[in-house]
Structures are given as structure tokens and as C-alpha cells.
């Protein structure tokens, strides 16, 4: 099995001992992502649409860092604080996947995330 560690300084270092993604025979997996500016290491907003789209665009550095990107995605796990935000998510998504055909994906409610986020996504993409 061939195992490439990916890392980039365009998306957040890991916040423990993981990496920030692992591409294997032609996929690549992602860490979960939250919704941090990259280059503060901050929270960018508390307003749920504002971390959704930081935290796809944290998804697709990774991506990119890993010659692939959210084009290429195949699933998807969001994990949010609040089931209310549904709506807000998928418009977001609908977005940020204008033009392309979304990948799959699952939205799962948790009690809580890492630095209080409201919401965490990792991917599964092709390479």
C-alpha cells in the first residue's frame, strides 16, 4: 500500500497529533477541518454560513495540496453543533458546488467541537 503524507500551510495545522490528510491509492483522505483562518489560527466568524465556507475552503487547500480538488470529491461528513443550521449549510454547499455534481455526504449533530466551532467536515477525494 503507498501512503503519501499531505500537508500545506494554506489550510490549519493540525490542532493534535494527526495529519492534515493521507493520499492512498488514488484517494485522498482529509482530517477533519474547522472553520480557523489559516494564517491566525482564529475562528473566522461566529456566523454558521461564514464557517461553512472556511471550512470548504480549508477542505479544498488540502486538496489542492494534494493535486486533487472539491471537483474530485466523493464523500463528505459534516459534523454540526446545531440540526437547525441545515438549511444554511446546504445553501452554502449548493454554492459552492454550483456547476459540479455534489459529492455524497453525511450531516451528523454533536454535542460539541473542537475550539467551539459549529461545525467540522472531513472529505474523501479522487486524485
Known amino acids: 500500500m503507498n501512503r503519501k503524507i499531505i500537508f500545506t500551510e494554506n ?3 493540525a490542532i493534535g497529533y494527526y495529519s492534515q ?21 482564529e475562528i473566522v466568524s461566529s456566523d454558521f454560513s461564514e464557517q461553512v465556507k472556511q471550512t470548504l475552503n480549508n477542505i479544498e487547500s488540502v486538496l ?7 471537483s474530485k470529491s466523493i464523500k463528505l461528513t459534516v459534523f454540526i453543533t ?4 441545515y438549511p444554511e449549510l446546504n445553501a452554502v ?9 455534489p459529492p455524497a455526504r453525511s450531516v451528523v449533530e454533536v454535542s460539541a467541537l473542537p475550539k467551539d466551532v459549529s461545525i ?3 472529505c474523501i477525494a479522487a486524485l
Open 93 to 101: 454547499f449548493k454554492k459552492q458546488f454550483d456547476g459540479i455534481d
Open 120 to 122: 467540522e467536515i472531513d
Open 82 to 85: 446545531n440540526l437547525s443550521n
Open 64 to 70: 489542492v495540496a494534494s493535486g486533487t480538488d472539491l
Open 21 to 41: 490528510a493521507i493520499a492512498s491509492n488514488g484517494l485522498v483522505y482529509t482530517a477533519g477541518q474547522i472553520p480557523l483562518d489559516p494564517q491566525t489560527g
Open 11 to 13: 489550510a490549519p495545522g
